[in-house]
């Protein structure tokens, strides 16, 4: 949330949701562009999908066609401002790009259970150095237009440009053994890069 309150082209925000206390923790933040949208019943279910969630909020308000919708995910916290920002930047000034999904590069050989390699060529296995990998969702963001949105029902949807970010910012807190590893690179990849501040004031008492 503060990384999307501190984009300098973002004008609202929306947390969708129908638990009381997450309502009080957003709200607590003090957020200037954050709102809540208070989910329905059945979209708030485990069985229920992103995008029926997407359509109850876009149904609920008066938005233009050509307005921008930017889905993110919470669950991945390496997301800066300038990420939001030129990735919004990117499909506004394209006329050619209709949505823009978030990536990280894998250099990975992938295997389907069967046995058969996905993406290269056992018999002449490339330096991993010189692979090209492909691209994996990071769950990020997406984004894509409102009218696009309304006509297929998705997130995504036409020419869909990936936009890549850091490798790190693959890993996802879904899990709760996922806090051991996001809290060491969040540590080193975040925190520490940090502008440091003055001390003002120390006080103790021993």
Known sequence: LLALSNSKII??????????????????????????????????????????VMMEFINSQNFSDNDLFLLVQVTTPFTLSKDFDNAVNRIKNNKNIDSVISCVELKRFFWTKDGDPINYDYTDRPRRQAFEGQLMENGAFYINYIKNIKTHQNRLSGNISPYIMPYY??????????????????????????????????????
């Open 11 to 52: 004008d609202q925000i929306y947390v969708a949701t129908d638990c009381k206390k997450i309502k009080d923790i957003v709200l607590d933040f003090n957020f200037k562009k954050v709102l809540i949208f208070n989910r329905k019943k059945e979209n708030a279910t485990n069985t229920a999908s992103t995008e029926s």
């Open 169 to 206: 910012s693959g890993f996802e807190a879904d899990e709760e053994d996922d806090w051991l590893i996001i809290e060491k690179l969040m540590y080193k990849y975040i925190v520490k890069k940090q502008p440091t501040r003055l001390i003002k004031l120390f006080a103790t008492d021993v």
